[in-house]
T-cell receptor, first 112, second 113 residues
Framework: DAGITQSPRHKVTETGTPVTLRCHQT?????MYWYRQDPGHGLRLIHY???????DKGEVSDGYSVSRSKTEDFLLTLESATSSQTSVYFC???????????FGAGTRLSVL | GQQLNQSPQSMFIQEGEDVSMNCTSS?????WLWYKQDPGEGPVLLIA?????ELTSNGRLTAQFGITRKDSFLNISASIPSDVGIYFC?????????????FGKGMKLTVNP
């Protein structure tokens, strides 16, 4: 298994509160990604990073921000959580953007 | 943006039956990937295809990269209960200038023992 750890694995929070999800990798891969998975939509890219402090938006980036201060850590922040952000969030890593992506086990987030 | 049409969306089969699923796109891809997701877990790579016409097997799984580069299929032979899960296809550019993965919406497989 690729060395990817997501934390927390489950979280319940209230509307309007800030939430940060963490992805930690031990593979030293350059690229890291955050996806959300919802019924009927499959996996949708939120943000990705191509190096320390280098990030870019995906197709569903509104309401989310990311940071990458170290190669091994990629944080996803919901500044003010909304019920529409209830979802399962997956982190993925790859050596190069053309390479296979390997996924973490996911974080299930419920915003009440 | 690029989209993948994955079909069927779900299948209910008896143990021992074969399963076929496919993905099609209006865009050309350089790479096709097939992932499986078990309940409560992240997607795990099953097969990677890099060349038009390529046929690759991994145990009971066989996948092919379509000649037009716009489609791929995955077959599972002699299904067993642990094949239950969601199967995703994913394609990767460069048509349209994006090299990020594009995912199908998944095919949920149920296997009755």
């Amino acid at each position: 298994d690729a060395g990817i750890t997501q934390s927390p694995r489950h979280k319940v929070t209230e509307t309007g509160t800030p939430v940060t999800l963490r992805c930690h990798q031990t593979e030293n891969h350059r690229y890291m990604y955050w996806y959300r998975q919802d019924p009927g939509h499959g996996l949708r890219l939120i943000h990705y990073s191509y190096g320390v402090k280098d990030t870019d938006k995906g197709e569903v980036s509104d309401g989310y921000s990311v940071s990458r201060s170290k190669t091994e850590d990629f944080l996803l922040t919901l500044e003010s959580a909304t019920s529409s952000q209830t979802s399962v969030y997956f982190c993925a890593i790859s050596e190069r953007i053309q390479n296979i992506q390997y996924f973490g086990a996911g974080t299930r987030l419920s915003v009440l | 943006g690029q989209q993948l049409n994955q079909s069927p969306q779900s299948m209910f089969i008896q143990e021992g039956e074969d399963v076929s699923m496919n993905c099609t796109s209006s865009s050309i891809f350089n790479t096709w990937l097939w992932y499986k997701q078990d309940p409560g877990e992240g997607p795990v790579l099953l097969i990677a295809l890099y060349k038009a016409g390529e046929l690759t097997s991994n145990g009971r799984l066989t996948a092919q990269f379509g000649i037009t580069r716009k489609d791929s299929f995955l077959n599972i032979s002699a299904s067993i209960p642990s094949d239950v899960g969601i199967y995703f296809c994913a394609g990767q550019g460069p048509q349209g200038g994006s090299e990020k993965l594009v995912f199908g919406k998944g095919m949920k497989l149920t296997v009755n023992p």
